[in-house]
């Protein structure tokens, strides 16, 4: 057993040992710069800055029909997506108590009707007698007195029985434009009332062809925007469609917020195949600055600090105007910063060592920012990145965190 014990403890030394060997080849040749750090070349192209924000899509003209008398829904003609066209029925109320009131204006006038035609045929009587000294002037002006109350009387009665035709008509419900049905509140059976505030039954969508998107950005973005610009948008429902639009309006009147102040921003735009959607989110991105041809270098090689930095040098930001690259940021988070005179520092492979450089920055677009100034030119590569830890074991500045 003896022989055998010391065989295997040399084995597992010389395994030991080998391992070892590896690792520290491994390690020797994981320092070097370009094996450890991830490069990327410095390019020229064109960038666009752009802007974003929610909003919501909603029908260019969203008619809310209600109704100007009471009663009980006895009849519904539509329902919801239905096409209709202005003055067709969409719903009838019940008419018993306004029909009733009907027919009582209109005796109400053959009443007073007979009453003028008495006061009429007593005025011609009082003439022809007063003609013949038979009564007094007094009693002739009180028969005209009388015939022209008779027939302010009539007209009276004869507007009360108008308007309470009006209201009868109102028991049947027209549509007040052409487009479709979006949304019908009422139900059959169901009792409505009108009072101060005229309640909402139906919502009619005048054309769904032309839709608008009703958006708010950040004060800090709203200078940059002008009617007119164009805009690009995606909805969830069609994630791999970009669809493409026009600002129409900047409202002025601001919102505030918990303290944010925010601009209604109204974008126009086409819906011919009317697969875009009343109420859908959409995510609007407006271009507010564009450049081309020119030098730009990825936003994460200005976010990436040398393991090694000063513990002091790597709680500065790495640039005081550009954003953090790749990273896509909310809907007017981080925006509004003056970047044409912000600087920035890159890192390059000098010999063996890592050697910063500190670069001017223009306008940026979240990935890759513009280089204004500095000692970089097309074809330089800077540090993005670290493919291993630092020898020291700590972790890079640039990847993934472990929670």
């Known amino acids: 057993m003896k022989p055998i014990i010391k065989k295997s403890l040399i084995a597992l030394v010389a395994v030991t040992l080998a391992g070892g060997g590896f690792y520290w080849y491994r390690s020797s040749v994981a320092q070097s710069p370009e094996q450890r750090y991830k490069l990327q070349a410095i390019e020229k192209g064109d960038l666009t800055q752009t802007v974003s924000a929610n909003g919501t899509l909603n ?19 539509v329902d919801f997506n239905d096409k209709v066209v202005k003055g067709q029925p969409l719903l009838e109320l019940d008419r018993s108590l306004l029909a009733a009131q009907a027919r009582q204006s209109a005796a109400n006038i053959g009443n007073i009707a007979a009453t003028l035609d008495l006061a009429r045929a007593s005025e011609a009587r009082m003439k022809t007698l007063f003609e013949q000294e038979y009564v007094s002037r007094q009693e002739l002006e009180q028969a005209v007195q009388t015939r022209r109350s008779a027939e302010a009387q009539l007209a009276q009665a004869r507007a009360a029985a108008d308007k309470d ?16 049905v979006v949304d019908r509140v009422v139900d059959l059976g169901q009792t409505v ?3 101060l505030q005229t309640p909402t039954l139906i919502k009619i969508a005048q054309d769904l062809s032309e839709m608008r998107i009703d958006s708010s950005f950040a004060e800090a973005d709203i200078g940059k925007i002008k009617t007119g610009q164009k805009v690009r948008f995606t909805v969830d429902a069609f994630p791999n469609r970009t669809f493409s639009g026009e600002v129409q309006q900047i409202r002025l009147n601001p919102t505030t917020l918990q303290n944010v102040v925010t601009y209604n921003v109204r974008v126009s735009l086409e819906n011919s195949e009317q697969i875009l959607l ?12 564009k450049r081309d041809d020119i030098l730009m270098v990825p936003n994460a090689a200005l976010r990436f600090k040398p393991a090694e930095a000063d513990t002091k040098t790597a709680d500065k930001p790495a640039q005081s105007g550009a954003p953090a690259g790749g990273e896509q940021k909310r809907p007017g988070e981080g925006k509004g910063k003056k970047r044409d005179t912000s600087s920035g520092t890159v890192y390059v492979i000098d010999g063996n060592e890592l050697k910063p ?4 920055l223009g ?3 979240n990935r890759t920012t513009e280089v204004v100034g500095g000692d970089l030119k097309p074809g330089d590569k800077v540090v993005v990145g670290e493919n291993v830890a630092n020898a ?4 890079s500045s640039v990847g993934m965190r472990l929670f």
């Open 59 to 77: 029908p260019v003209v969203l008619v809310n029909v209600g109704t100007q008398v009471s009663g009980t829904v006895t009849r519904l003609y």
């Open 165 to 180: 035709q009006v209201n009868l008509n109102y028991t049947t419900i027209r549509s007040p434009v052409s487009g479709i």
């Open 193 to 195: 009332a009108a009072s």
């Open 278 to 289: 009343p109420g859908m989110t959409a995510y609007v991105s407006i271009g507010v600055a």
């Open 357 to 360: 450089v500190t670069i001017q």
């Open 363 to 365: 306008i940026t677009d």
């Open 392 to 395: 020291s074991g700590k972790p």
